[in-house]
């Protein structure tokens, strides 16, 4: 910066510097952070992706194994008593036709077992109470704990189909959980709302677990992606999931629903 004496030339010159070595470091450094941390969500999603397609596949099997075990041996018995039947002995053709008719009521039985499963037709037609209650009352037939559910505040709101199933697969991984491990004899599932907010619990007496396990990715993932996918679905839907549990004490899962926000994701 030239400094100049009263004539107006130029009497000295002013030079200021400034070391910016931190500065540059420090600007190295967070552009380094920067592409670390978006490395790391690249990455986190590249698993994420292919849990998901695991778990697709997973699905694909277990449909499968469902079929195949299921119905198609009912109906392969099924084959084989028709051929079996003599019309020549009326009294034995009877006794014959007897079985085939409770053969096909279990193959009607398993067919809507294995749908329902896929999705029950009361979500799609009524709504989420009306799908957890059906849901509660088909499972009830099949193990030997009870199940109840409760809607507390009569919740009937519908929602977005996408947001309706996701809170239901959540539901149905953790009752199926509760089914498989607690070891309860009671299993019941609550709703309530208010104007901002749907609680769904999921509550049993079993086992429980060491809560500390569920603090790493790694548990959610390792655990046969149960957690891992109960805590993707919630989410996306921009919920909340909480997981209380004590070896002994049974475990209580809470889901926390946002209403009326649903306009972000109904076209995911």
Known sequence: MPIFDETGTVHEMLILGSDLTRQRLAEQGMQKKDRAAIERRINEQKFRSVLILEGQEEERKRIAMNIHDGIGQLITSLKYQIESLDASDPAAAREKQKEINNLLKEIIREVRR???????????????????????????????????????????????????????????????????YSGSKHILVSLSHDENQLTITVEDQGHGFDKKLLETEKYRIESGHGFFNMFERTEYINGKLQIATEPGKGTIVRLFVPLGKFEEIADL
């Open 114 to 180: 294995v749908t329902f499963n896929l999705k029950p037709p009361v979500l799609s037609d009524y709504g989420l109470s009306a799908g957890l209650k059906n849901f509660m009352q088909e499972v009830n037939k099949l193990t030997e704990a009870e199940l109840e559910f409760r809607n507390l505040t009569g919740f009937g709101q519908r929602m977005p189909s996408k947001v309706e199933n996701n809170i239901f697969r959540i539901v149905q991984e953790a009752v199926n959980n509760a089914i498989k």
